[in-house]
């Protein structure tokens, strides 16, 4: 009832169903075609120039009425890839699962895709899917409504023209994110089989614009988040990092427990939000990553993991050296464990692994400062990350604080007050004596006869 006189406030035309939408001007929703930026404009001034439809579609203008800023801009089309890469020199055809054409307008880079159809048994089109309905491949193009349909929430099926200012509504998209409400488009369960990382995304998508998933959508998540496991490792990982990356990330982990999504899906999330030290250290670790990305200032996926996998690293590490393992070896080898674990779930690149194993083999030569090592520490081209990292520890209790405030002392110190610093050497570490080396016998000294 509300959402239907909130449509009827913003302009409906019709009863707003696929076959007569929404459609909404400026003066009710507010938005100007100077939001959208250049290269969009320009990408869809040419579309229309050749003929044919095309808008700013999803998240953009999700974005844009929430009040946010987007991070890119989407086109959507009636003209097939062949037919939009014709229009564009500098454009290429990608993806196997639906094709879309990457159109670069100077340094921006916009993805245009043509409207998909349904790809049921009608009219002979079917996606290929697996055994659990997994969609696989899926060209199928089709009309504006049909593309309105195939989307996955209300609030991501609006279509933004910037030459007429109008947005299109197929779903009263606008009116459920005037209501806070995030809504599926169909039937919940068929949509989760199709696409089970839309799971993920709800719980995203809630917690970044302060949304109450329907009840429709919430309620099968909890008996489908097996479906999970067949998610490719490297779309998971795509979407676990868009999730922790948001500048909600502790709303969206809160957000997966509440849901029933943390199991399995990260080890942190199965054992970390169950044991009081570790949930500390990951939700500073979130809650920093978060202050970041609010201040427009850069984050590293790789400190980032490396704070979320770091719980099981020390227990693995804790295990081996109690079994005898020498200290370092046995961090190295907790190390491998848990990545080689994780890449079962997540396709972490090899870039980031690498960042992490840094981070994480910085850790232990924290604890040595005398001598000249603490020195050698400064000089590691990740000392800052791993430094932020001992902070983290040191906040969360995990290890002292006096360490952290030792080494930010350090950092900030003159070489002679460094010098000044450098702790007695510990019980058990013995200095390395230097050997003299001893002249060969050809160069002795000659004697008096």
Not at 20 to 31: D, N, Y
Not at 65 to 80: C, H, I, Q, S, Y
Not at 87 to 115: L, P
Not at 408 to 424: K, V, W
Request: hydrophobic share 40%.
């Amino acid at each position: 009832m509300i959402r239907k006189f909130i449509s009827r406030v913003l302009g409906r035309k019709g009863t707003g169903s696929p076959s007569q939408p929404a459609v909404i001007g400026a003066t009710q929703h507010g938005l100007q075609r100077e939001q959208i930026s250049r290269g969009c404009r320009r990408t869809i001034e040419t579309l229309q120039e050749g003929g044919y439809q095309a808008y700013v579609v999803g998240g953009a203008v999700r974005d844009l009425l929430a009040g946010l800023v987007p991070k890119d801009f989407d086109v959507a089309t009636n003209a097939t890839p062949e037919q939009v890469r014709h229009c564009f020199r500098r454009s290429r055809i990608i993806g196997r699962r639906f094709q879309i054409v990457h159109v670069n307008m100077g340094a921006e880079t916009i993805e245009v895709t043509t409207f998909r159809g349904h790809h049921g048994e009608q009219g002979g089109n079917k996606a290929q899917t697996d055994d659990q309905g997994r969609v696989l491949r899926d060209n199928v193009f089709g009309s504006q409504a049909e593309d309105a349909a195939r989307r996955d929430f209300t609030v991501n099926a609006l279509y933004y023209d910037p030459t007429s200012e109008t947005i299109i509504d197929y779903h009263h998209g606008v009116a459920d994110l005037k209501q806070k409400t995030l809504r599926m488009i169909g039937d919940p369960k068929t949509r989760y089989r199709e696409d089970p990382v839309r799971m993920l995304r709800a719980v995203r998508l809630a917690a970044k614009l302060g949304l109450m998933i329907d009840p429709e959508a919430s309620r099968p998540i909890r008996e489908m988040t097996d479906l999970i496991e067949n998610v490719p490792p490297s779309r998971l990982f795509d979407e676990m990092l868009k999730l922790l990356t948001s500048g909600h990330a502790v709303r969206c982990v809160t957000r997966l427990r509440e849901e029933g999504l943390h199991h399995g899906l990260l080890p942190l999330l199965d054992v970390i939000l169950d044991q009081p030290l570790g949930e500390r250290f990951v939700m500073l670790a979130l809650e920093s990553t978060d202050a970041r990305v609010g201040a427009g200032k850069p984050i590293s996926p790789g400190f980032l993991f490396a704070t979320l996998l770091w719980n099981e690293v020390l227990v693995k590490w804790e295990l081996l050296k109690r079994r005898g393992e020498p200290v370092i070896p046995a961090l190295f080898q907790a190390m491998d464990e848990v990545l080689d674990v994780q890449a079962e779930k997540l396709a972490i690149t090899r870039r980031i692994v690498g960042d992490i194993k840094d981070i994480w083999a910085l850790q232990p030569r924290f604890e040595q400062r005398s001598g000249k090592r603490p020195y050698g520490v400064l000089q590691q081209p990740r000392f800052k990350a791993g430094y932020d990292f001992l902070l983290l520890r040191a906040e969360s209790g995990e290890v002292d604080p006096e360490v952290g405030a030792w080494w930010t002392d350090f950092l900030h110190a003159s070489d002679e007050g460094r010098a000044a610093m450098l702790l007695p050497p510990q019980p058990g570490e013995a200095r390395k004596r230097r050997r003299r080396r001893r002249p060969p016998a050809d160069s002795a000294p000659n004697l008096p006869e």
